[in-house]
């Protein structure tokens, strides 16, 4: 029996929450590191990168995401049911130059981020990592900004994944991150590992003492503040929807001048402005459903994170946003209802009619918002199989994960999903398989076990010894 996980503390939330990453360290003995680390030269040498067969190609890995320390990080932030991505890679960095700041792509861009912690990476480093070696490096604190002019190499407070063998970055899926200069002569790893909630928070996942929203003892931030922001991100991971809603007397002059902050070009003012309109009940909902149809598209998508924490009063403007003619304005009304999950249940009938729109990125975010809303009906279940089918490979996959978040209450998508099975495209194969797996029906394990023994993969078969022994 594996130990139980260690889970994190509120002060480490809290830094999660405001920072968008945490350093932490598996307690593995020197010599398991330096028997991994030797076992990815020699694979990198002689095979080249082994790509998303990295665990099954090195078995060792797999004691790494066994650790209680990792599994407590990713129950603490994902929930206990966490899923691993099909996606995983192992990063080579002998460059003396430092990469470019980026956020990791979702299989492509034009998703919406989650300000909530629907996702999160592991980052493992299996050998010491000074700085020399080149560490990743992230920027605190950018984890909820889409902007990166504010993020370069002229910024200051940068904070690197730097420490001894078994160090991990554990962080949000949409932190500003780079690789830094490797001058050391020498090749540094570093595995790269996805994880994505398969349940919404009902309660605390982590080791959870203080039940009210409290800023990190010790916080410094190199770019803004985001006060509302955090604490309805604590409220949410505790279980709360819509903690936000009617919090602050109505003041109109006040949701005035928020109304004018949404227009503005440092987009942490703005995204403050956003969250703290959702405290002031119907007319900050007004202010927020106009700056969802406002022409330019920043400050609509901005809104659409205020209507996320409105609670259940924007539900029925955000429904009546899904007929507006502009593209833009009913994705971002499609996510924001997805993120008030089973406060939205009364929008599923007009988001599924939208599973036909043109536009393929409102049919993969409608796929994700069916899988969030709550409790799950025979229409979305029905809509999600149809997705299964849909032209558009983002659509299908994100069909499989919501599929997998309905759990049991999708048994009946499992022959669509045994037909997915033989999907042109990897991930959408991939998801399938998860789905089967959560959904758990005798029909869904047959149908699971005789897959994978069909596609059973040898762990040691590789150009050198391809046959014996």
Known sequence: ?????????????????????????????????????????????????????????????????DSPVIQGALTSVLGPNYMLHAHRHGHYNAQPVAGGWHKDSYWGY???RNHHPWWAMIMYFPQNTPMELGPTGVMPGTQNYESRTFVSDE???????????????????????????????????????????????AQPSWNNQVSEWQEPSDLALPIAVNETLWEETWNWLSGSMGSLAESREENSLRINELSG???????????????????????????????????????????????????????????????????????????ALGELRHLAASALEALSCLLSHPSAAIRSAVAESLGIIGPASPASVDGLIACLTDEDVQV???????????????????????????????????????????IGTEEAKDILIKSLFNARWCTTTTPATPFYP
């Open 261 to 335: 902050d949404l227009a503005n070009s440092f987009e942490p003012t703005a995204l403050n402005a956003a969250y703290e309109l959702a405290r002031y009940g119907k007319k900050g909902i007004s202010a927020l459903i106009a700056g969802l149809r406002h022409e330019n598209v920043s400050i609509s998508r901005i809104s659409a994170y205020g209507l996320s924490a409105a609670g259940i009063d924007a539900v029925e403007e955000l429904t009546s946003a899904l007929t507006d003619d502009r593209e833009e304005t009913v994705f971002h009304a499609v996510f």
């Open 110 to 112: 034009s998703r919406m």
């Open 396 to 438: 299908r996959f994100t069909a499989g994960l919501s599929l997998s978040r309905l759990g049991s209450a999708a048994a009946s998508a499992v022959p669509a999903l045994e037909a997915a099975l033989d999907d042109e495209n990897r991930y959408v194969r991939a998801h399938a398989l998860e789905a089967l797996r959560y």
């Open 1 to 65: 029996m594996n130990p139980s996980p260690l889970l994190l503390t509120d002060e480490q939330m809290r830094k999660f929450i405001t920072e968008g990453f945490l350093i932490l360290k598996t307690d593995f003995p020197e010599s398991f590191h330096q028997s991994l680390t030797a076992e990815l030269k020699k694979v990198y040498d002689e095979e080249g990168n082994p790509g998303n067969n990295l665990l099954p190609r090195i078995r060792e890995i797999q004691q790494v995401f």
């Open 155 to 201: 910024t200051a407070g940068e904070a690197y994944a730097s420490g001894e063998a078994g160090t991990f970055a554990l962080i949000h899926y949409d932190i500003w991150h780079r690789s830094t200069p490797n001058v050391s002569g020498q090749a540094r790893y570093m595995l790269k590992f996805e994880f994505m909630r398969t349940e919404a928070p």
